[in-house]
């Protein structure tokens, strides 16, 4: 504390003092928590610079709006459940050259498809990044302002069959419309037993053209009927999500057991990767 600091105020400081203490309360009632952090020093700044009065309430409002919003994008990450290392920059194009890159940067910049509620569908083999890419694709529409929830495909049907015995279906399906993408990860290992309720049917049924769903699946959808319970409703099913769909194919070897290899073949990176 410096000498300045300790010695008693002039009458026109307290003065000041007794309004930010004012300004303080009703800051906090208006609930507006970064102005009331920077009022002190943007006014003191203000007043030295001889700023007009809009450029002051300019600059605090500023600030306030962007922190909310950085806020809201970390309020909507943490809700997500998607990984958080699991982004584009880490994704690497080149390993999949039937994705085009320009088609994916088009899914996370123009979100028009989003107000259309349509679909993303990502096929391929274990390993080949499509949990990796479309959580990318999640992360990249929180930071367009967008709320996405991800999660694995069954469990979520086994959500979704509780709510049902619970006869609470309609509720538990309302609540998800809150997210602007569900991804629903690895629908081709909805075991058969869960598939008997047709939850997942109802699920994008209800979502069709309002909201979207990315979904990822080893198997094509030819093989889809282990997933629903009969073959009119895995038609009804695909039909529905492929009508305003993005389908990205990642059929190329293991982007895991490529990596193990290369691994394997560079003895320097080996010794590395051994010490
Ligand atoms: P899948 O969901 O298709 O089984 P994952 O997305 O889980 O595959 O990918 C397996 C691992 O390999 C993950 O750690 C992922 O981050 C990584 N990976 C896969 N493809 C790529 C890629 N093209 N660029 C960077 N990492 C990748
Ligand atoms: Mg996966």
Redesign the pocket.
């Known amino acids: 504390m410096t000498a300045a600091s300790i010695t008693k105020p002039p009458a026109t400081t307290t003065a000041a003092a007794t309004t930010s203490a004012r300004l303080g309360m009703m800051l906090t009632d208006l609930r507006l928590p970064t102005i009331k952090r920077l009022a002190g020093e943007l006014c003191a700044r203000s007043d030295i610079e001889g700023w007009p009065g809009h450029r002051l309430l300019e600059a605090l409002l500023e600030h306030e709006i962007n922190e909310r919003e950085a806020r809201r994008t970390d309020r909507h990450r943490n809700e997500s459940n998607l990984s958080p290392d ?1 982004r584009l920059s ?4 080149s ?2 050259p039937s994705v085009s890159k320009a088609q994916v940067m088009a899914l996370t910049q123009g979100t028009e498809w989003i107000d259309r509620g349509a679909n993303v569908l990502l096929f ?10 479309v959580s990318a694709l999640g992360h990249a529409l929180i930071d367009a302002g967008r709320r996405v929830l991800f999660t694995r495909c069954s469990d979520l049907v086994q959500r979704l069959q509780a709510a049902r015995r619970d006869l609470r279906l309609p509720q538990e399906l309302a609540k998800l419309d809150r997210f602007d993408l569900l991804i629903l ?2 629908l081709s290992y909805v075991r058969r037993d869960q598939a008997e309720t047709s939850v997942l049917f109802e699920l994008i049924s209800e979502r069709y053209e309002r909201k979207s769903l990315a979904i ?1 699946a ?1 198997t094509p959808f030819s093989q889809w009927g282990e997933v629903f319970v009969e073959p009119a409703m895995t038609l009804a099913a695909v039909d529905r999500l492929v009508h305003h769909s993005t389908i990205l194919e ?1 059929n190329v070897e ?3 057991r490529r ?1 193990a290899q290369a691994v394997q073949v560079s003895p320097a990176r080996k010794a590395r990767s051994t010490t």
């Open positions: 699991k880490s994704f690497d194009f390993a999949v391929g083999p274990p390993g080949v990044g499509k949990s990796h890419l990860d690895d990822t080893n990642m293991s982007y895991r990596a």
